[in-house]
């Protein structure tokens, strides 16, 4: 590369990451397929439309390879239709408001503090300024259960058009029956955000919410997926579901879906992140991607009895899926950023969080926020999820000792360097 900044700042990168852990339970790494495919000559191309339907000539290619992409969606999520264009997990789920809602309409959606996503109507987001969201949360901390009493109630005197099943920081599985009976009830679309488990969805190992008459379903495709930084969405014009009870209309949505993302919020489509999103799709398909999905699960579970066992109090007291939220104020008396900044300081990447009901500031959080699907793809086991938990806990411990820090550092060090990059 000619241009020895940015060369630089690659390579110092990759360095980065090769000596260090990344516990960010919405990291990946991607295979060298996916970063083929990202660098390829389709980066080159507009494709403004869907496959068949260009405004440009010269789509051949571009329109098999979307095909392509939208077939392998579809058979991995047992979906009736995909939109693989929107180019991230936010623009994704705008689009699916725009689709259904006129300003002003109501979704229900996880209280933000107990794992709701920025998209699901924080305020000062573009969705808040323009629909009305209504919350609901958990009912019990110390299991993780959620209030579905509360959430019938609010829908009830609500109606809200959409219910929103979905998060960024909750440890524990959804109940979609529920989300079902009461969106039945109401008469709601069932959406289901699902970017942060949707390659345990597709391995497998958790509950795909369309077996469970949802209508749509959005994710990114990174993060468990161990594709490209983009998104999908996927809907069903039919669901066999007998709570479904929505507008008959429902069968127009995936078109919906379609038009708002193209043209209503984008133009012409990146099409080697599409094309790199079809590969990661092929690789989620093979038997070993169920293996890595159950492998991810284990070792969270390992993780999350191995912090308890140190002393770390954990919101909901374990994991159903590939994350941990640690009350770090309640277990060391300092805050989230705090210990994010001393655990990278060895080499353990991961972030500060909100806990339910949080009395500290966003930016200075009670809790931390971290998984296990990055050090899976690595090669973790949950042997080895012991001695990261020693690691966190030491540190924490040590957080003002730049001695002890140094240490830790070099183990860290040593030992990711056992586990190459893929």
């Not at 099943?165 to 289901?192: H, Q, T, W």
């Amino acid at each position: 590369m000619q241009d020895k900044t940015v060369a630089k700042l690659i390579s110092a990168e990759e360095k980065r990451q090769r000596e260090g852990l990344e516990l960010i339970p919405s990291e990946n790494y991607v295979s060298q397929e996916v970063l083929q495919a990202m660098g390829s000559v389709f980066t080159n191309k507009y494709s403004e439309g869907y496959p068949g339907k260009r405004y440009y000539g010269g789509q051949v290619n571009t329109d098999a390879l979307e095909q392509l992409a939208i077939n392998r969606a579809k058979a991995l999520f047992h979906s009736d239709h995909a939109n693989v264009q929107s180019n991230s997990g936010a623009p994704a789920n705008e689009a699916v408001y725009h689709s259904w809602l006129e300003p002003g309409d109501t979704i229900m959606g996880m209280e933000l503090s107990h794992g709701g996503h920025l998209t699901h109507g924080r305020p000062g987001t573009i969705s808040a300024k323009l629909f009305n969201f209504v919350r609901y949360g958990i009912k019990d901390i110390e299991t993780g259960e959620i209030d579905y009493d509360q959430m019938l109630e609010v829908a009830r005197q609500t109606k809200p058009k959409i219910i929103l099943a979905g998060f960024s920081s909750y440890p524990r599985e959804l109940n979609y029956a529920k989300f079902a009976e009461i969106g039945a009830e109401v008469g709601a679309v069932l959406m289901a955000d699902m970017a942060h488990i949707a390659g345990l969805i597709a391995g497998g190992v958790l509950k795909n919410p369309f077996d469970f008459g949802f209508h749509v379903m959005t994710t990114t495709t990174h993060k468990t997926l161990r594709g490209p930084r983009g998104a999908m969405i996927l809907s069903q014009g039919t669901v066999s579901n007998p709570l479904k009870a929505v507008d008959k209309t429902i069968a127009n949505l995936p078109t919906l879906i379609d038009r708002t993302v193209f043209p209503g919020l984008q133009g012409g489509p990146h099409m080697h992140i599409i094309a790199a999103k079809a590969v990661a799709l092929y690789e989620a398909a093979q038997p070993e991607f169920k293996i890595y999905c159950q492998q991810v699960l284990a070792n969270a579970q390992a993780l999350s009895s191995e912090l308890m066992s140190n002393g770390i109090k954990l919101i909901t007291n374990g994991t159903d899926n590939h994350m941990m939220l640690a009350d770090i104020y309640s277990s060391f008396g300092f805050d989230g950023s705090v210990a994010e900044q001393t655990l990278d300081r060895i080499g353990l990447t991961l972030n500060k969080n909100v806990i339910p009901d949080d009395p500290l500031p966003p930016y200075r959080p009670s809790g931390i926020r971290l998984g296990t699907p990055a050090i899976t793809t690595r090669g973790l086991k949950v042997e080895h999820m012991p001695q990261i938990a020693r690691w966190i806990k030491e540190a924490l411990d040590s957080h003002n000792d730049e001695t002890k820090l140094d240490k830790l550092a070099h183990e860290v060090k040593n030992f990711a360097s056992a586990f190459p990059l893929p």
